[in-house]
């Protein structure tokens, strides 16, 4: 008599709240695919994080949780676990906070880990004491979760680069709709959602702008409603420099990079989104590390001071002259940017 089928593995990821953290957490969604042959995977997210993990195929199920920043949502989370009770067997809790770790207990996940972290120990049955020194990286932590306890201890592992899907057919509608050129594409993205002191000066995009459009080159400055302002400082006044920011969902951000040969970016959720699409990255560091939150992919220069004071990891500058950005010049930027494109068209 043959045996059944080993049931294949279900697992709910309760996912991070930011978007290039998200991105990030696609390196743990690949491993878990890679490791557990036919798991079926579902993501608790915010639900402006649905456009990205619809990117990723290794996503199967995208379980909604808007809960507003700071608040509790007792009765938002206990509805979502109802709806989620009894279809899942591991949970994998990335975010350390207590109240992430809720939905699974309540949905009565057999199997839930995570990092240990605010007195959260009768929610989860598999706690993790988090290795700073081993795994000394957002990416690192995430994949380990997703790895036996022993092996992800000793944090020797590889780990997948993210891999979005890009939509041409949305890619066309979007020149039309903007009206952009067929000159090479340079993204701009001087946002970064955490604070001032991880944002280059607006003064330097700008003049990073005008220098790129005599180059050739047309600018697309991409970002959110909140960088509406930033991008019309940098673009007013500038013929080929498109200030789109407020303008686009983040499905097309996604397109919209990868139809760009470079970007300029702060470190951001932005920077990991033109990473996972395959763009050449400029990435611009002030008071965050690139050895922490790196753009996971070898295609990327890194521009970093290293000033004595930073990194500081605080969101505006203690010092209140953030020197480790205003001193990162935009002859710099550029030189990178034009050495870049010229070894692009050698190859070509």
Same mark, same amino acid.
């Given at each position: ?27 743990? $969604? ?6 557990? @042959?036919? @798991? ?23 379980? @909604? ?13 206990? #509805? ?26 309540? #949905? ?12 959260? +120990? ?71 959602? +955490? ?13 990073? !702008? ?6 050739? $080159? ?34 097309? !951000? ?84 034009? #050495? ?9």
């Amino acid at each position: 008599m043959s045996q059944a089928p080993a049931p294949k593995p279900r697992i709910l990821v309760v996912g991070p709240s930011w978007v290039g953290d998200m991105v990030m957490a696609q390196s743990l $969604f690949k491993t878990l695919k890679q490791r557990q @042959s036919g @798991s079926r995977i579902g993501v608790v997210a915010p639900g402006w994080s649905q456009p990205i993990l619809e990117r990723m195929e290794e996503v199967d199920e995208v379980a @909604s949780l808007d809960v507003g920043h700071g608040e509790f949502g007792w009765s938002t989370r206990r #509805a979502l676990a109802q709806r989620l009770r009894g279809r899942f067997d591991t949970a994998i809790v990335l975010p350390r906070s207590w109240k992430s770790a809720l939905v699974p207990f309540l #949905a009565r996940i057999p199997h839930r880990v995570g990092f240990t972290g605010e007195q959260r +120990y009768w929610l989860l049955n598999e706690r993790r004491e988090l290795d700073k020194a081993r795994l000394d990286q957002t990416v690192k932590r995430f994949v380990a979760l997703g790895l036996p306890a022993g092996e992800a201890r000793r944090g020797s592992f590889a780990i997948p680069r993210p891999r979005l899907r890009v939509d041409p057919d949305n890619l066309a509608a979007l020149h039309e709709r903007f009206g952009l050129a067929r000159r090479p594409a340079i993204g701009m993205m001087p946002g970064a959602e +955490y604070g001032p002191a991880k944002q280059w000066p607006l003064g330097h995009f700008r003049e990073l !702008a005008e220098r790129l459009v005599a180059a050739g $080159f047309e600018v697309r400055v991409l970002g959110g409603p909140k960088d509406i302002a930033a991008g019309e400082a940098i673009a007013e006044g500038l013929a080929k420099v498109h200030n789109l920011c407020g303008e686009t969902r983040l499905a097309d !951000a996604v397109d919209l990079l990868a139809d760009c040969q470079q970007v300029v970016t702060n470190d951001s959720g932005l920077m990991h989104v033109a990473a996972a699409v395959g763009t050449r990255v400029q990435a611009l560091y002030g008071s965050s590390s690139p050895a922490y939150t790196p753009p996971l992919t070898d295609n990327a220069e890194i521009h970093y001071l290293g000033l004595s004071c930073s990194p500081c990891f605080e969101r505006t500058c203690p010092l209140g002259h953030t020197n480790c950005l205003v001193q990162l010049s935009p002859q710099r930027v550029l030189a990178a940017v034009l #050495a870049a494109s010229t070894t692009v068209i050698a190859e070509g």
